[in-house]
């Protein structure tokens, strides 16, 4: 604990004491503990909570203690004694349990042995209340989850809670270059101050990290997947093990993205060719040199062949050659790689939803102990909507590792309201049949499915330097859902959605129902106001900021939108059957089946594997062509009606936030009628039909929406053309 950290958490609690909000501004996240009103709670708590008993000795403990003497002071708004004995009557009694007195263990007993790895137990015992674990971090979590349920207002009466995280590695992906800008970041700038590091401490860094450590993610790629060698130059491990260090008592292990030709690049070797014993021996030295000023440092990040960055395929060697020659180099530090599936090439002229597969579906088996795929939770790219990756049930000897986007780069940026946990939701509850029924991609993630010796969730962050951190102040739920889901991939969003919004506004059901309706909607109505039925890749060109699915001018097929839409006079969508481009193989036959038939495809996924006509029926009656045209609607109309609910939602909300969502539901308003139009209008070219009269039809023409350029939309280098 810094000493800048001490009196800053002291001078909160005493502000929080004193009832004074210090941050309107979101920058507090879920993590405000606004003091409890009603008196009837309050006396619940005070009641069981007279005295703080708190073991001590190290960082991570001294980080938890700080935590609650700030959660406890502000929620009750008194200051709670600390005590040096575990014996007094109403405590809260916190501590490791080989540390716990004699009788407290005695009754715990059973419980004991489910408390497993970074898990924890809060209980009751003997009239205290006790919060334990085996792990220092295990306290740390315990004590974030004791206070979340004070947040909640909910009841310490024979509290009996044991959680135990589902996965090994919860690390957020920062797309984070050197120069401090984010690569689809819609947040403002890096909030890594590379420059100014290893010198110059930002507040910032232990904030971010306290509010990961609250919901239980351990691990930061601090650099973009689009790597820069730079970072692991010797100026930079200097400057990444100062952000290690304040990380470290939170349990926020730090890695980094490896560019591959990094021995080329920074190193002065001819090749990177992952056989060359000099190449190799490059790398051990290097992890040796990271290993010796960062102890814990987590491992690297690669994004290889794809996308014009740099990998074993440019020396003829396969992805587990170059993934295994990091491991090696990693192994004897206890460091992991994690390696991406994300690859397509432009020399593959196959459906590009099928490479990945087939590219990594025969090597299984064939990488290290210490290596896991980051797969992306689709086959194309963080659609809107898309179907689950068929690698999840197809890998069985290779631990393979989620990768969600949490940034919103084909959901609006951070300009439209999006809760993103349900996306989420609807892929980690996918069934991959892999073992017959019940074979869900959460179960290939937690590892139970194959029994996988590491397992992890990666969550590419849509974090930045504005002051609420997320730009739009509900996206906060965005990182907030993919922490918690990390630890246990089988929660609900709807249990997310409740959580979040009670932690972060309010507590009163008058606003935390409808907004959890609002919430739970949000992703449905963007996928209907910009990609309806399995439409997808339909953005423009680069950016991916508004509609363009005319374009058809870029240099490989499978990055125009007119390859995925394939929209003619006959009908649109691409047949992704045997009487197609056949990706539906790549699933296991159940699921293959599914799909393959119009009939039982569910319809959000038809247009992604099959090409109908524009009078197919859909199981409304309606045609595709006027179904198409109502979904659209239907996303345009979702966002005035939230428009209404926000409205009402005033009393519950600060003046600065609620102004901040009304203006932003008035952009998403105006871009979803956008992307209604100008996708209407366009397709209308081909199904040569008049729009469907659920419809508002378009205020302008086509042309116009054809002509818009933004070659500063955020999230990119500027492209002027
Ligand atoms: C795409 C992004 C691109 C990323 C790439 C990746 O457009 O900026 O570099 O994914 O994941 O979604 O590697």
Redesign the pocket.
């Known amino acids: 604990m810094s000493f800048s950290k001490k009196i800053t958490l002291s001078v909160l609690a005493i502000l929080s004491v004193m009832g004074i909000s210090h941050a309107n501004n979101g920058y507090d996240l879920w993590l405000k503990y606004r003091k409890i009103e009603d008196p009837g709670i309050l006396t619940g708590y005070t009641k069981h909570i007279r005295a703080v008993y708190m073991e001590e000795g190290n960082e991570t403990l001294d980080a938890a203690r700080e935590e609650l003497s700030v959660g406890l002071g502000s929620l009750l708004g008194t200051a709670v004694p600390y005590v040096n004995s575990q014996s007094g009557d109403h405590s809260l009694v916190i501590g490791k349990i080989r540390n716990l007195d004699r009788d407290i263990r005695k009754h715990l007993n059973g419980d004991v042995s489910k408390i497993k790895k970074d898990g924890f137990l809060i209980t009751t015992c003997q009239n205290r209340t006790v919060i334990t674990a085996h792990k220092d971090i295990g306290i740390l979590y315990g004590v974030f989850r004791f206070l979340r349920q004070l947040q909640m207002h909910k009841s310490l009466e024979e509290i009996h809670i044991l959680e135990v995280p589902e996965t090994d590695v919860r690390v957020l992906n920062h797309?984070d270059n050197l120069d401090g800008t984010v690569?689809?970041g819609y947040a403002g700038a890096s909030i890594w101050k590379w420059q100014k590091l290893p010198d110059y401490i930002d507040r910032r860094y232990e904030d971010y990290a306290r509010a990961n450590a609250s919901v239980g993610i351990n691990g930061a790629v601090l650099t973009?997947?689009?790597a820069s060698a730079w970072v692991l130059s010797p100026s930079y491990i200097e400057k990444v093990a100062a952000l290690a260090k304040v990380f470290r008592p939170y349990g926020i292990k730090v890695y980094l993205a490896a560019r591959f030709s990094a021995p080329i690049e920074i190193g002065g070797l001819p090749t990177a060719d992952p056989l060359n014993p000099e190449v190799q021996q490059w790398w051990r030295d290097k992890a040796n040199e990271i290993y010796g000023k960062i102890p814990d440092f987590g491992g690297f990040l690669v994004?290889a062949n794809?996308?014009g960055q740099p990998g074993p395929q440019d020396y003829g060697r396969s992805h587990a050659e170059g993934a295994n020659m990091l491991a090696d180099a990693l192994a004897p530090h206890n460091g992991i790689v994690m390696w991406?599936a994300?690859v397509y090439s432009e020399h593959d002229t196959s459906d590009r939803a099928k490479q990945a597969y087939s590219e990594f579906v025969p090597q299984d088996g064939k990488f290290r102990d210490n290596v896991l795929i980051q797969v992306?939770n689709g086959a194309i790219?963080?659609q809107p909507r898309e179907p689950f990756h068929p690698m999840f049930g197809a890998m069985p000897e290779t631990p393979l590792m989620m990768e969600f986007?949490i940034t919103q780069?084909?959901l609006g940026f951070s300009t439209h309201l999006v809760f993103l946990p349900k996306l989420y939701e609807e892929v980690l509850k996918a069934d991959t049949y892999r073992h017959g029924k019940g074979s869900l991609v959460a179960k290939v993630i937690d590892g139970t499915l194959d029994r996988k010796p590491i397992t992890g969730m990666a969550g590419?962050a849509n974090i930045g330097s504005d002051i609420n951190w997320t730009g739009h102040p509900l996206a906060q739920a965005n990182w907030y859902g993919f922490g918690r889901l990390a630890w246990d991939p089988y929660l609900g969003a709807e249990q997310i959605a409740d959580e979040w919004l009670r932690l972060t506004f309010s507590n009163k059901s008058d606003f935390v129902q409808p907004m959890k309706a609002v919430l739970l909607k949000s992703h449905d109505a963007a996928v209907n106001y910009m990609t309806p039925l399995g439409l997808h890749h339909i953005m423009a060109t680069g950016h991916?900021y508004g509609p363009g699915p005319w374009v058809d001018n870029l240099s490989r097929p499978e990055w125009n939108p007119v390859y995925y839409h394939k929209a003619a006079t006959r009908g649109i969508g691409f047949d992704r059957t045997p009487s197609g481009s056949n990706a539906t193989s790549q699933y296991a036959k159940e699921v293959a089946a599914m799909f393959n038939d119009p009939e039982t495809c569910p319809e959000e996924y038809l247009l992604w594997f099959h090409h109908l006509p524009w009078d197919y029926k859909l199981q409304s009656g309606k045609t595709l062509w006027e179904g198409l045209g109502i979904k659209y609607q239907e996303g345009v109309d979702w966002v005035r009606d939230t428009q209404a609910t926000w409205n009402k939602m005033k009393p519950y909300v600060n003046e600065q936030q609620f102004q901040e969502v009304s203006m932003l539901l008035n952009i998403q308003l105006k871009e979803a009628k956008w992307w209604r139009d100008a996708c209407m209008l366009y397709f209308r070219t081909f199904s040569k039909r008049e729009f469907p009269e659920e419809m508002e039809k378009p205020s302008r023409t086509l042309a116009y929406y054809r002509s818009l350029k933004f070659p500063y939309a955020p999230g990119?280098k500027p492209q002027p053309d």
């Open positions: 797309w690569e689809r973009n997947v689009n994004k794809s996308e991406r994300f992306k790219d963080f986007q780069e084909y590419v991916h990119i």
